[in-house]
Every structure is written in structure tokens, then in C-alpha cells.
């Protein structure tokens, strides 16, 4: 977070020796109720996962496994999809292992390369927690917008997304 605001709500600062850009009040309300929002928004979906023995973490996974052609990705591909590291992503799918969620399967003609494969109990916890998490993603979020304000942040949102999937690689 930035720790410098100006008292005006809409004129920047004049720039210091090092010509930092600081936020207006008004650009840091928003940057920190963008935060505070995602921070609580995740926490609570998070809390309303683990009736279910998932975390969000998990359920992400599972989701875009759920998605993929054959309910199977490239382990490298899974960790770029939901952001992680290739570390920490082999880690949760070692766990979600463990609990039958995904199986490793080698890749054809990769002997270094692997999938994350969605398993039958995976695809039925899957089928069995989704409607649970988007009752709680629309009672929680969606639903706290009229359709022209959800409009508006998708409208707002968007090139935000793309402009970082463009750092990223992934446009």
C-alpha cells in the first residue's frame, strides 16, 4: 500500500526529488477499498469452502481442471492458470492427491512432462461444492451490484486483466 496521499481528492501532488507519482485521497480510497475488498472477499469464500475440506486454492484447481479438455492440464500450464509457482502448485496437488482429488499422469512423449488430472471423486466434489461457492460468490459479490455497476466494473476491470496477462505472457 502507499503510504502517501495528497488532502485534495482529485490533484495529484507536485512530484518530489524523485518525481514519485503519489496517489490523491481519492485514487487511494479506491486503491484500498480494491484491496480490502479481494482480501475479505477471498477470506470469506475461502471460510464457506472448508465445510467441504477445500481450500480456495483447491477449488480453483479444481475449476479449471474441470474446464480443461479430459479434465486434464500440463502441470505447467495449471500453474500459470492459477498463478502460482511450479513449487507450490506440485505442493497443493501432492495434498490434493492425497485426498483423490487429481491423479499425475506422465505426458506422451515428455518423460519430464506431467498433467494434473481431474479424478471421478475430483469431477463429483467438483459437482457437489459448486453451487455452495457461487451461491456464496453472488451472495457475496455479485449480487451487490445492480446490472448497470456490473457493467461498469467488468468495463473497468477488463483492461486491467488483459494489461497483466500481457506482463505475464499470457494474452
Known sequence: MDAHTTDTADTPPAPSEQETPWLTAREQRM?????EVAKLLDYQLGRELQ?????????????????????RMRMTDL????????????HQITRMENAGLVLRQECPGD???????LTEQGW?????V???????VRAHFIDRFTPEQL?????????IADHLRSLRGRS
Not at 31 to 35: E, I, K, Q, S, T
Not at 124 to 128: A, G, I, K, S, Y
Open 130 to 136: 459448486a453451487p455452495d461457492h457461487v451461491r456464496s
Open 79 to 90: 500453474a500459470t492458470a492459477t498463478l502460482q509457482s511450479k513449487s507450490r502448485l506440485s
Open 111 to 117: 518423460r519430464r512432462g506431467l498433467y494434473a488430472h
Open 151 to 159: 457493467d461498469a466494473m467488468y468495463t473497468a476491470l477488463a483492461p
Open 51 to 71: 465445510p467441504h475440506n477445500l481450500a480456495i486454492n483447491d477449488y480453483e484447481i479444481l475449476v479449471v481442471l474441470s474446464e480443461a479438455p479430459d479434465h
Open 124 to 128: 463429483e466434489t467438483m459437482q457437489r
Open 31 to 35: 486503491w484500498r477499498a480494491h484491496l
